[in-house]
């Protein structure tokens, strides 16, 4: 990480667009994920190496948002999916026609989607999300473009087979499935992740993850490339007792195209 920043730094890093407010702005994540505290921590090296350039780490909903305030030329740096980031540079999806000219800075680790669910909510295979009470995300995130894509080729329609489809934050899942007005979320993210590990440690409280790896062959199949199975140890959570068998997409730090930055080497 601290590469990262000597790296930006050292390339005499400048801004190629007018920021909505001063400083180097680095669009990350909601507070429960993975983003966010990465983003903070790669503002602080900034700040400690170059004091002037005054970096700061803004919460978002996410891979779409920020990207979209990339192209507006209101972020300087962002976290985001590759999905995401592949949809922009090719016009398709969100960014239907109107493809964005931004670059890949760094290739930081895998996004592990997690169907998060508890033993109580009977959920133990993707077909079992019907009737049930469901959080795709935030509207407009990564997170939820991929939980929309995943759901599709599990054929299960998010518009009439949920019991009730919400669009919350990882940590307003957490929260409704322990006061039980929510059956699972979908959140994508590093692991473990602060939100999960929360609910696993909440009492009496069985933590499951809902398999889905089956799904990869047909997602990608459907997306491109930019999917690959993976598996959550057992014990990665509190009270997680078995391998959860999952869907990743990578996670980058992007730019817009015409920012001079260093590449990131070992």
């Known amino acids: 990480m601290s590469l990262i920043g000597t790296g930006l730094v050292a390339s005499g890093i400048a801004r190629s667009q007018p920021l909505a ?18 983003g903070r921590t790669i503002a602080g090296l900034l ?3 170059q004091p002037d350039l005054n970096a700061v780490v803004v919460a978002t909903q996410g891979s779409i948002e ?19 980031a592949v949809n922009a540079v090719d016009g398709e999806d969100h ?11 760094a290739n930081l680790y895998s ?21 049930k009470r469901v959080s795709t995300g935030t509207p407009g ?22 019991g009730k489809h919400e669009f919350l934050t990882p940590e307003e899942g957490t929260k409704r499935i ?11 993210s590093g692991i473990p992740t602060a939100t999960i590990v929360g609910l696993g440690n909440a009492p009496g409280v069985e933590l499951r993850l809902v398999d889905h790896a089956e799904l990869t062959e047909g997602i990608v199949a459907r997306y491109g490339r930019v999917y690959f199975p993976e598996i ?35």
């Open 21 to 38: 407010a001063p400083g180097f702005a680095i669009g990350s994540g909601t507070t429960g994920g993975v983003y966010f505290p990465l």
């Open 47 to 49: 700040n400690q190496a």
């Open 66 to 84: 920020n990207i979209d305030a990339l192209g507006a030329g209101k972020f300087d740096l962002v976290f985001t999916q590759v999905d995401t």
């Open 95 to 105: 960014y239907d026609r109107k493809p964005l000219k931004i670059r890949a800075l």
């Open 111 to 131: 996004g592990r989607m997690q169907v998060v669910t508890t033993a109580k909510a009977g959920i133990r295979r993707m077909a079992d999300l019907k009737g």
């Open 141 to 162: 995130s990564g997170n939820e473009n991929m939980a929309f894509r995943l759901l599709k080729v599990a054929a299960v329609d998010r518009t009439s087979d949920f």
């Open 178 to 188: 322990l006061s039980g007005e929510l059956d699972a979320y979908f959140f994508n």
């Open 232 to 266: 959550i140890p057992a014990g990665t959570y509190p009270r997680q007792k078995a391998d959860n068998k999952q869907v990743s997409v990578g996670n980058i730090l992007a730019v817009s195209e015409g920012m001079p930055a260093a590449l990131v080497t070992q």
